[in-house]
Antibody, heavy 124, light 109 residues
Framework: QVQLQESGPGLVKPSQTLSLTCTVS??????????WSWIRQHPGKGLEWIGY???????YYNPSLKGRVTISGDTSKNQFSLKLSSVTAADTAVYYC????????????????WGQGIMVIVSS | QSALTQPASVSGSPGQSITISCTGT?????????VSWYQQHPGKAPKLIIY???NRPSGVSNRFSGSKSGNTASLTISGLQAEDEAIYYC??????????FGTGTSVTV
């Protein structure tokens, strides 16, 4: 059974870099065919796709985040990470990591497996 | 990158059918059949219930069905049940190799 678990600080100061890690169990992030994604949800609001990483390391990001995002993988730990720089209060949200649906077209937004989510507050 | 447009709320009685619309543009919903729908209960992660416009992942009730016409996709829930009360989001792949979500629809049973 594949499981994803987000971890990282729940409080980040404005202008600093938000760093989160998603630990994957039951599957390998470089097993091929899947995109590994980050999605966030502002309090009481809708979902926002942040970006994703293919197993090869290729990445795609939401252009609205204007170059502040970096997603990378650590195959030795079977983890992938999110870094969001120059954060403001507008980056306060629940952050989810997710994986594609098996057996379907990859990288088109079919998020079958999700972590439980981690709330990150940006505040001084 | 604009969010796909959904009605804020839809309601129905148990046993009835309801339909939620998701309106995009010719650069997303109208351009690809990569439309999906998610169900989210309070405090929980979203659950994928429809992909490829009409397909259901294994284990998802056949009371959920999807369709698309032009730039608008739709989710129909038939035989409405109390457990269907949740927020529903559509999603679409876009021409700019990005992903967009809908504004979300709160379903009340």
């Amino acid at each position: 059974q594949v499981q994803l678990q987000e971890s990282g600080p729940g409080l980040v100061k404005p202008s600093q870099t938000l760093s989160l890690t998603c630990t994957v169990s039951g599957d390998s992030i470089n097993s091929g065919g899947f995109y590994w994604s980050w999605i966030r949800q502002h309090p009481g609001k809708g979902l926002e796709w942040i970006g994703y990483m293919y197993y090869s390391g290729r990445t795609y990001y939401n252009p609205s985040l204007k170059g502040r995002v970096t997603i990378s993988g650590d195959t030795s730990k079977n983890q992938f990470s999110l870094k969001l720089s120059s954060v403001t209060a507008a980056d306060t949200a629940v952050y989810y990591c997710a994986r594609d649906l098996a057996g379907a077209t990859a990288g088109v937004g079919y998020f079958q497996l999700w972590g439980q989510g981690i709330m990150v507050i940006v505040s001084s | 990158q604009s969010a796909l447009t959904q009605p804020a709320s839809v309601s129905g009685s148990p046993g009835q059918s309801i339909t939620i619309s998701c309106t995009g543009t010719g650069s997303d919903v109208g351009a690809y059949d990569y439309v999906s729908w998610y169900q989210q209960h309070p405090g929980k992660a979203p659950k994928l219930i429809i992909y490829d416009v009409t397909n259901r992942p294994s284990g998802v009730s056949n009371r959920f069905s999807g369709s698309k016409s032009g730039n608008t996709a739709s989710l129909t829930i038939s035989g409405l049940q109390a457990e269907d009360e949740a927020i529903y989001y559509c999603s679409s792949y876009t021409r700019s190799t990005t992903l967009g979500f809908g504004t979300g629809t709160s379903v009340t049973v």
